[in-house]
T-cell receptor, first 115, second 113 residues
Framework: DSGVTQTPKHLITATGQRVTLRCSPR?????VYWYQQSLDQGLQFLIQ???????AKGNILERFSAQQFPDLHSELNLSSLELGDSALYFC??????????????FGPGTRLTVL | QQQVKQSPQSLIVQKGGIPIINCAYE??????FPWYQQFPGKGPALLIA?????SEKKEGRFTISFNKSAKQFSLHIMDSQPGDSATYFC????????????FGKGTSLLVTP
């Protein structure tokens, strides 16, 4: 158990809908990363937050957005969902997120299925 | 564009064998190279990591070899066990992107008894 929690575990929704994925980092970790894992694209970095502020952006679509709250939990919002958004979404946390030696601890993921 | 290329896609070895997984990168600014292990239904977990000022790092049965001039690094698993059967991902990161991980596409390893 990494100490990172993600809810829900599974999510099934329809095209065009909007969903919110939630992540609670390990106690004391300030940095949260979001990754998408799909069969064709593999594991891809979406976005990083550090202590409430956006720090880095990866291959995140404009239909997707995220935020980190004062209690350091984070939410990933996916809107106007398409079939291709079906994937596993992982959240990872690290103590600082600014040092190469900071280990990223991954949560168990949320499996999103768009029908 | 895949910044880290990983091979092979899958690998089958017998117990006790030494599977080797290779990765190559282009961006010479990368300064941290971790390997992650993922079991079905779980999130990836850090296995071992190396910085480019070191050519080899060993932790237990896992060894990373790093060739800075060739921009390649590899994972060796000594005395592999059936419990090592998992998907392995190499990754690379850089300070400019908050050390977000650029992953290879993964290698599915099966260790047979």
């Amino acid at each position: 158990d990494s100490g990172v929690t993600q809810t829900p575990k599974h999510l099934i929704t329809a095209t065009g809908q909007r969903v919110t994925l939630r992540c609670s980092p390990r106690s004391g970790d300030l940095s949260v990363y979001w990754y998408q894992q799909s069969l064709d694209q593999g594991l891809q970095f979406l976005i990083q937050y550090y202590n409430g502020e956006e720090r880095a952006k990866g291959n995140i679509l404009e239909r997707f957005s995220a935020q980190q709250f004062p209690d350091l939990h984070s939410e990933l919002n996916l809107s106007s969902l398409e079939l291709g958004d079906s994937a596993l979404y992982f959240c990872a946390s690290s103590p600082e997120g600014g040092a190469s030696t900071d280990t990223q601890y991954f949560g168990p993921g949320t499996r999103l299925t768009v029908l | 564009q895949q910044q880290v290329k990983q091979s092979p896609q899958s690998l089958i070895v017998q117990k006790g064998g030494i599977p080797i997984i290779n990765c190559a990168y282009e961006n010479t600014a990368f300064d941290y190279f971790p390997w992650y292990q993922q079991f079905p239904g779980k999130g990836p977990a850090l296995l071992i990591a190396i910085r480019p000022d070191v050519s080899e790092k060993k932790e237990g049965r896992f060894t990373i070899s790093f060739n800075k001039s060739a921009k390649q690094f590899s994972l060796h698993i000594m005395d592999s066990q059936p419990g090592d059967s998992a998907t392995y991902f190499c990754a690379a990161s850089i300070e400019d992107s908050g050390y977000a991980l650029n992953f290879g596409k993964g290698t599915s390893l099966l260790v047979t008894p």
